[in-house]
């Protein structure tokens, strides 16, 4: 089962998160072969870092939950809160395949947040720019909750243009880039 983790920084947890690095990619570590995508979210300036993505096939959800939540940095207070959903690898590739390489243009999180009946299920027709891409589902996978991509375009705007916006509650955009060790 496939899950999307994406922790966001607590205001002022900059140092801390710098700190605890070395034990958040040692964590990390053993779920090397369980990773589908990871790396910071950024505040518009492009240094500042905001967040932490994690994609994850995992077994259940409790395993999700447990991944998400026993991460050193989270149990060191350096975020607000963490989103924790099923997800579907509509790709069916990890990050490291994505054709475009691990540097290189502007990447972005792209999260819209469901209203109604599911929306962009299916690919867009430019999958070449996409490093990952799928639903937000619940924990049994039967409600659609939402849609989560990591994806190379030229501007917040362009990335933000991967979802229907009228099919949305909300959408957010934020800067990205891979993660890991280099």
């Known amino acids: 089962m496939e899950f999307f983790c994406y922790h966001r920084d607590r205001p002022g947890s900059l140092a801390l998160r710098e700190e605890l690095l070395e034990e958040h990619w040692s964590y990390m570590d053993r779920y090397t072969e369980e990773l589908i ?6 505040a518009d300036d492009g240094e500042t870092p905001t ?6 096939d995992l077994p259940d959800p409790a395993a999700a939950r447990a991944f998400a939540f026993d991460e050193p940095t989270y149990q060191a207070g350096a975020y607000r809160d963490v989103l924790v959903r099923r997800w579907r ?30 929306a962009d299920l299916t690919l867009p027709s430019d999958r070449d720019r996409l490093i ?14 939402g849609t989560a991509a990591l994806i ?6 362009a990335a933000r243009a991967v979802l229907d916006a009228d099919r949305y509650a909300h959408i957010e955009v934020h800067d990205w880039e891979f993660g890991g060790r280099r």
């Open 89 to 118: 690898n509509l790709l069916g590739r990890s990050m490291w395949d994505y054709p475009g390489g691990r540097t290189g243009g502007n990447r972005y999180l792209v999260l819209g947040f469901g209203e109604g009946p599911a």
């Open 37 to 42: 995508a990871r790396g910071p979210t950024f």
């Open 132 to 145: 990952a891409y799928g639903p937000l589902l619940s924990d049994d996978a039967t409600t659609w909750l």
């Open 152 to 157: 190379e375009a030229p501007d917040p705007d």
């Open 51 to 56: 967040g932490s993505v994690h994609i994850v």
